[in-house]
């Protein structure tokens, strides 16, 4: 009010220049009591503070660069051996070729069962041709029970090659003892043209070792009456059988070194050969050949 006792009443503050409302002070002979200069006319509107138009600088934060992984190695696989292809004809159900599918086939089955025809086996049971006596070839012959045949059926087309049926196994110790051509670590059997492999410190297939392996051959043989010289190296150990009998028997740890050994029979045809081998470790190989 004009008339208020505290208008240019009271002692100025020195360093206080202005009011709360930034009225300069004093506005009269001297400043009013209080916080505020009483002034002619409405009270001013403070002046607010001015927004800053200066902001701080932000320094990025460098993200630090992650190390790549190393490149996967390129692995060059070697492919399984070829699966055969069943064919099935339901008169190979007739496995000792008597006219009719009936219980003697069944028994001839079970004498076979787990087994590999050569193609020296007269009855062979693999009636779907799979290479392998199991139960598919039972099933089959379950199904012909009481089917008359009236012609013998052509025999798979491996038992009509001139190759060897290969069986390849692992060699693991069982109770301290190195155990070879054991049927339960088999890994699989396909057909060798020949017995002529240099596997150096390779595998000889999928699923085989490298060391601690061994084949067994299933095959045939042609040969005249008379004296025949069969040459044979192994690196490690091999047997050889002829006409069921052995003509050669080096189951040993050894470098591969050529062997000979004669074999003679009465009469020209065609004769049952088996060849066993085994690899120790090291470098593995093993040939064999006859006049």
């Known amino acids: 009010q004009s008339t208020s006792p505290g208008i240019d009443s009271g002692s100025c503050i020195s360093g206080i220049t202005n009011d ?31 927004i800053p138009t200066t902001f701080a600088t932000l320094t990025p934060t460098t993200i630090p660069t992650s190390t790549p992984f190393p490149p996967t190695p390129t692995r060059t696989l ?34 076979q069962r787990g087994r590999i025809c050569s193609s020296t086996t007269a009855n062979c049971a693999d009636v779907n041709c799979d290479q ?14 009481g089917t008359a045949v009236s012609s013998q059926a052509p025999r798979c087309g491996y038992l009509s090659s001139q190759g060897f049926v290969a069986q390849y196994f692992n060699d693991p110790v069982i109770n301290g003892v190195r155990v070879h051509l054991d049927s339960a670590n088999q890994i699989f059997t396909r ?20 060391d601690h392996f061994s084949v067994r051959w299933t095959g045939s043989v042609q040969l005249t009456a008379g004296t025949h010289t069969f040459t044979t190296s192994h690196d490690d150990g091999e047997r050889v059988y ?20 004669t074999v003679t029979v009465p009469a020209t045809g065609t004769y049952p050969i088996v060849v066993e081998y085994y690899d120790s470790t090291g470098n593995a190989s093993v040939s064999l050949s006859w006049n």
């Not at 057909?191 to 490298?210: E, K, L, Q, R």
């Not at 006409?243 to 470098?255: A, E, L, P, R, Y």
């Open 20 to 50: 709360y409302f930034g009225i300069s002070r004093p506005y009269g002979s001297t400043c009013d009591i209080g916080a505020y200069e009483f002034t002619v006319g409405p009270s001013p509107i403070p002046t607010a503070s001015p």
């Open 242 to 261: 002829v006409n069921n009998s052995t003509v050669h028997n080096d189951w040993i740890n050894q470098s591969a070194t050529p062997h000979t050994f």
């Open 78 to 111: 070697t492919p399984l051996p070829p699966t055969p292809t069943p064919t099935l004809d339901t008169r190979r159900a007739d496995i000792n070729h008597d006219g009719y599918v009936n219980i003697s086939d069944i028994n001839a089955y079970r004498a």
């Open 191 to 210: 057909t060798d043209t020949a017995i002529n492999f240099n596997w150096g410190y390779n595998s000889p297939g999928i699923g085989v070792n490298v």
């Open 132 to 145: 392998t006596i199991n139960s598919l070839d039972y099933d089959i012959i379950l199904s012909q029970v």
